[in-house]
């Protein structure tokens, strides 16, 4: 069976593979090369009625501008004995100045919390005065803030923040040809915590695996059928997470 699929890696080596799976993430290698290559193939298109409807198709990278950029610190927690642990936990102040979300590590009451701050506060750096976060948690967040310890508070003034990815989704279709599919960050690029963006991609890998089994193997029909399951989850998931 012929290859109609050629990758070029950095200029230098050509490699030829039946059928690729776009699963680098963020960096989106695949997916920008494939906007590129829809923009140029709509250039060669003269016919006014032809190049509307081509247009419709054309394969974009959805790239939201972050007017309200946060950034993030983690806070290990353990909950009291009469919580839950089965559950994730969230708390945002008025304003959502301070937002706090939490998340089970274990079944023993142990959680991940994620302190969620403007990019601009003031407590959004790297050695800051323990005591002023305190008083922001007791103030906030006085349900959460009880849990810490003076330990854990001054540990967490001291890390530096973490950033949140751009919110990106791909879109109207998952492939390129027949033999080209995205999966994963690539193709949705959601909040890093909840496990969103690990599961959507293992759910990713099912979906592809469980349609190729369906078609017997059979590439082609098995890249649009993914494609076409797939590419309204991308661009769900995306909007689900910037809400």
């Known amino acids: 069976e012929p290859v109609d699929v050629l990758c070029d890696t950095e200029n230098v080596v050509s490699?030829?593979?039946?059928?690729?799976?776009?699963?680098?993430g963020t960096v989106r290698t695949i997916a920008n090369a494939m906007e590129q290559a829809d923009v140029e193939k709509?250039?060669?298109?003269?016919?006014?009625?032809?190049?509307w409807w081509a247009a419709k198709s054309q394969f974009r990278v959805q790239r939201y501008v972050d007017d309200n950029q946060r950034v993030y610190k983690t806070i290990p927690m353990q909950m009291p004995d009469d919580w839950r642990f089965d559950v994730n936990y969230s708390a945002r102040s008025q304003g959502s100045v301070t937002?706090?979300?939490?998340?089970?590590?274990?079944?023993?009451?142990?959680?991940?919390?994620?302190?969620?701050?403007k990019k601009d506060d003031p407590l959004a750096q790297a050695d800051?005065?323990?005591?002023?976060?305190?008083?922001?948690?007791?103030?906030?967040?006085?349900?959460?803030?009880?849990?810490?310890?003076?330990?854990?508070?001054?540990?967490v003034a001291k890390k530096p923040v973490s950033y949140l990815?751009?919110?990106?989704y791909v879109g109207p279709r998952l492939h390129q040809g027949n033999r080209c599919l995205m999966l994963g960050d690539c193709a949705h690029t959601v909040k890093p915590y909840f496990g969103l963006g690990a599961n959507s991609a293992l759910q990713d890998v099912k979906i592809l695996?469980?349609?190729?089994?369906q078609n017997k193997l059979d590439l082609t029909q098995s890249v649009h059928d993914y494609s076409k399951r797939q590419a309204g989850e991308a661009k769900a998931l995306v909007k689900i997470s910037r809400d």
């Open 42 to 51: 709509l250039e060669q298109v003269q016919n006014p009625l032809a190049k």
């Open 165 to 168: 990815p751009g919110f990106r």
């Open 99 to 117: 937002n706090l979300d939490a998340l089970p590590a274990n079944g023993q009451g142990e959680y991940c919390g994620v302190l969620l701050l």
């Open 128 to 155: 800051t005065d323990p005591t002023q976060l305190r008083q922001r948690l007791d103030q906030d967040l006085p349900q959460f803030s009880g849990l810490l310890s003076d330990d854990v508070v001054a540990a």
């Open 15 to 24: 490699i030829a593979t039946n059928l690729l799976v776009a699963a680098d």
């Open 209 to 213: 695996g469980d349609i190729l089994d």
